[in-house]
């Protein structure tokens, strides 16, 4: 007998991009800033309905630049915060998450990527990675980056994505894309449970204590230097405790795909119909993308004959892969840039790996 | 001689440093007035007693070191982009007083669109701008306030309305927005003048107490750079008066009162 059924959380049916907005408001955020952009206008939207039902403040900025800063300065006054975005949107914050990883200020930006370069179009795409893995803006900055591949991770990864900012003092990225956010399923609005840590560091005012300043400008002598190397400890320490990732029927696998977010998804599919036809195929899936899960892919690879790296763009996670593995000769890349690939495309990437006659 | 106290008989305190302001050596460059300027916000906040609650917003540009001379809660903002900062703030703590402090190019050049829509919205802020037609810390270049002949580094020809338009007048501009409570324009070339200056930042801060909240101040200031200006200090006083007041009148271009709003 066991009362799990009676304490489960009911489920509901929900928008990847509605999860993102219930995440949020569970883990206590209560300021959003955002500029309407395609796909992800559900997002300010829903933002707008709920905040000041809850206590909260929505406001629409009269662009990203201002969005970022106006998120730089909620965040500064130890206040939770977030926007959502897309494509051009994101690349016009750019000056502003640098400035928020060198004043090691913690906001969450959801990126509902859309295809580039330029205005591009409205499809799905997963051709931001560089931009969200790689950079924030200029100078040695990196943002944590978590990719969700189901509904229940937009809300899930919404909420830990709240927790590292705070813990870590670093803008984290949701990289979604259009068919994560607009995609509907069942998921379950699991409690939200962490305990928000004290900022001693936040500005208020300086009402019975010494004043403080948040800035990223270090004039002295070896202060920027000395800055520069403080943020690589931050980001080492990163890269050792927040991998996260997904082994997905890795069990007896001699092919491997290595894929994230909605390309993941699709797969699971595939790794599916694969399996019923006697092709051992599994999947290593990062969650985290930085932290990339390196040494996690090293060694799936080590044990399988091929690999098949699948993303929504021309190649950008595969640098990655082929960085954690001596074994470029196993890798295929396939890319499907601006278009999700269907189950039977993947499946055909599969076969192609093994050696099986189409 | 001193009484049972141990205090001085014959001598009166009549003026001392602002708690606001630290005791520090500026490193401004003679002649300037980025040291008065600071004087008489930090005077105003001691006086508003508000040196507890509020947190002021530094600026790229020489004056950016603003939390090494002020004992306040400060934050500093990407080049023209402290309107959107300060209104981050100011939702998330209603009841603080915020302010920024901007130069002409970092206000009326790359952060325009933030000045004008936190303007329109009326953000409950204070905005000092000091405006010295040019670009200070990064070595004199042409301003959106650049006097039309004026040569700057970056106008070595003097400025041409024909290709570099003319100078813009922000506290007139903004005074035709809504949104904006308190708009006027002073100067600190001489006590006089720092005397109306004062009265005008105080104005300003009391626009977002509690019980006000009428909307966005702003008090542009015309200042002095005589570094980049190539004047001698007393001759960059001169101009300020002279050719600088003829093209920015000073004066009170808005000023809203408690009644507009009952």
Not at chain 1, 162 to 186: C, H, S, T, W
Request: with cysteine; net charge neutral; glycine share 10%.
């Amino acid at each position: 007998m066991t009362t799990s059924a009676a304490c489960a959380v009911k489920r509901i049916l929900a928008k990847g991009n509605e999860a993102v907005c219930h995440g949020a408001i569970a883990a206590g955020c209560r300021f959003y800033y955002g500029y309407p952009i395609t796909p992800q206008n559900d997002i300010p939207e829903y933002m707008a309905a709920q905040m000041p039902k809850i206590g909260g403040s929505f406001l629409q900025a009269e662009s990203e630049v201002a969005t970022i800063n106006m998120m730089l300065g909620t965040a500064s006054t130890g206040t939770r915060v977030m926007t959502s975005s897309s494509g051009p949107g994101i690349s016009l914050m750019q000056e502003g998450l640098s400035f928020m990883v060198g004043s090691q200020l913690p906001a969450v930006i959801v990126n509902i990527a859309r295809s580039g370069p330029g205005l591009g179009g409205i499809a799905p795409s997963q051709g931001d990675y560089f931009q969200a893995t790689k950079v924030a803006g200029h100078g040695d900055a990196h943002l944590i980056c978590l990719a969700p591949h189901s509904v229940q991770e937009m809300y899930s990864l919404t909420m830990l994505a709240f927790d590292l900012a705070d813990k870590y003092r670093n803008p984290v990225m949701i990289l979604g894309d259009a068919i994560i956010g607009q995609m509907k399923e069942p998921y379950e609005p699991t409690p939200y449970t962490s305990v928000v840590p004290e900022k001693p560091w936040a500005l208020t005012g300086a009402a019975g204590r010494a004043a403080r300043s948040v800035k990223s400008m270090f004039l002295k002598e070896g202060e920027i230097e000395a800055h520069n190397w403080k943020l690589l400890e931050k980001f080492r320490k990163i890269r050792e405790e927040e991998v996260r990732f997904e082994r997905y029927m890795i069990e007896g696998a001699k092919f491997l795909i290595v894929a994230f977010g909605t390309v993941a998804r699709v797969a699971k599919t595939s790794i599916q119909w694969a399996r019923s036809e006697g092709i051992p195929v599994g999947m290593l899936r990062p969650i985290s993308l930085f932290p990339f899960p390196e040494e996690q892919v090293r060694e799936a690879i080590e044990g399988v004959e091929k690999v098949l790296v699948a993303e929504m763009n021309t190649g950008q996670m595969v640098e990655d892969v082929q960085k954690s593995t001596p074994h470029h000769d196993k890798i295929r890349f396939f890319g499907k840039p601006c278009a999700m690939p269907t189950p039977d495309e993947i499946l055909a990437q599969i076969r192609l790996i093994a050696g099986v006659k189409q | 001689m001193k009484n049972a106290a141990g205090k001085d008989m014959f001598s009166k305190l009549v003026y001392e440093r602002p708690k606001t302001l630290l005791d520090r050596r500026l490193h401004y460059c003679p002649g300037c007035h980025h040291g008065t300027i600071h004087k008489i916000i930090a005077e105003t906040i001691d006086e508003l007693g508000q040196r507890e609650n509020t947190v002021g917003i530094a600026p790229v540009g020489c004056a950016v070191l603003l939390y090494d001379y002020m004992d306040l809660d400060i934050l500093e903002a990407p080049h023209g982009r402290a309107p959107a900062l300060a209104t981050g703030i100011r939702r998330a703590l209603p009841d603080r007083v915020v302010f920024t402090y901007q130069g002409d190019g970092d206000l009326a050049s790359i952060g325009m669109s933030e000045i004008i829509h936190a303007a329109n919205r009326g953000e409950n802020i204070t905005v000092v701008f000091v405006n010295n037609t040019t670009y200070g810390m990064t070595g004199g270049q042409m301003a959106p306030t650049t006097m039309l002949g004026q040569k700057t580094t970056t106008s070595p020809y003097g400025r041409d309305f024909r290709t570099e338009g003319y100078p813009i007048r922000m506290a007139e501009l903004l005074a035709g927005l809504e949104g904006v409570a308190y708009s006027a324009r002073v100067t600190v070339s001489s006590p006089a003048h720092i005397r109306k200056a004062k009265e005008a930042v105080r104005k300003g801060f009391e626009m977002q107490l509690k019980g006000m909240r009428m909307g966005l101040s702003i008090i542009e200031i015309l200042s002095t750079c005589p570094t980049n200006w190539g004047m001698k200090p007393l001759d960059a006083q001169k101009r300020v008066l002279g050719e600088m007041a003829d093209y920015f009148p000073l004066g009170v271009f808005k000023e809203k009162k408690q009644a507009d709003f009952e």
